[in-house]
């Protein structure tokens, strides 16, 4: 491995336990505040923390301007669909279904760069590929592989399918999207478009379907969000990203899964099993083959 190389590749194992935080406001959060309420106050308050250090780039107003149409694009599946729709699913659906289809994002990931973007694939990041999937199913189905046959699907699956495309949009637009802005900065304007794309859904919500009642939980579950998942796991994602590609980068969401286990063991009361080591291992395994050269 190069030098330059190092930070990067040790970020692909960093970045996901900063990124699997969502699933603890996933299950915690949404007990107090309704998904989408939780999603735009999230992306608001990421939006206003960044805005504190970064507020050099409301004088690049031309830049906006140009890349205004990328950066709501961006906002919408990054912020919007990511960051409502796994919500929205655990409500209808299990922890199983979303780990399973949410894994199906890095391979959108792979087949969108390889047909529209020409991304190249070789033998090692196939089977690295490969392994993920197999140490992901390990844990997700506790090493019953009956469990499989018996999954039924509603229509929370819907919903994740739908974060789980998003998440391969954001991901693959992000790197092949040129900017002139730094990481710092596209990322606030990035918050900002995520938090006007929520804005109607959450108007709705507030009026239609559930009040978001302000108290402290509800202050500690939106900055929880808006700096762990929020503004830590995307600077990182986006970093790693620049230099590593959508693809390789993409298997992160792997190990979110993998480390997602782990805060159920240490949050929630669950045991640690010998399937959570051997699931761990074939992912670890695969993130370091996809990594390898042809």
Known sequence: MKKKDFLPYTLLFIQPIFMASNLVVARGGVEFVPPISLAFWRWLSVFLLLMLFNYGILYKKK???????????????????????????????????????????????????????????????????????????????????????????????????????????????????????????RFTAISFFGALSLLPFYIFEQNFINVTTFNLKFFFWVIFAAISPGIIAFILYTYTQKYLGATTTGFTLYLFTVYGAFYGILFFGETLELFHLYGTFLVFLGVYLVRKKA
């Open 63 to 185: 830049i906006l301007l140009k890349e205004y149409k990328e950066l709501f694009f961006l906002g919408l599946m990054g912020c919007g669909v990511c960051g409502a729709f796994p919500f929205i699913a655990g409500q209808t659906t299990t922890i199983i279904n979303m780990g399973i289809i949410y894994t199906s994002s890095p391979i959108f990931i792979i087949l969108i760069s390889y047909f529209f973007f020409k991304e190249k694939m070789n033998f090692f990041k196939f089977i690295g590929l490969l392994s993920c999937l197999l140490g992901v199913l390990i844990i997700i189905v506790r090493g019953e592989y009956s469990t499989l046959i018996s999954l039924k699907f509603t229509k929370g699956d819907l919903w994740m399918l739908g974060a789980s495309i998003g998440w391969a949009l954001y991901s693959i637009f992000l790197f092949n999207w040129k900017s002139s802005l730094n990481v710092f900065e």
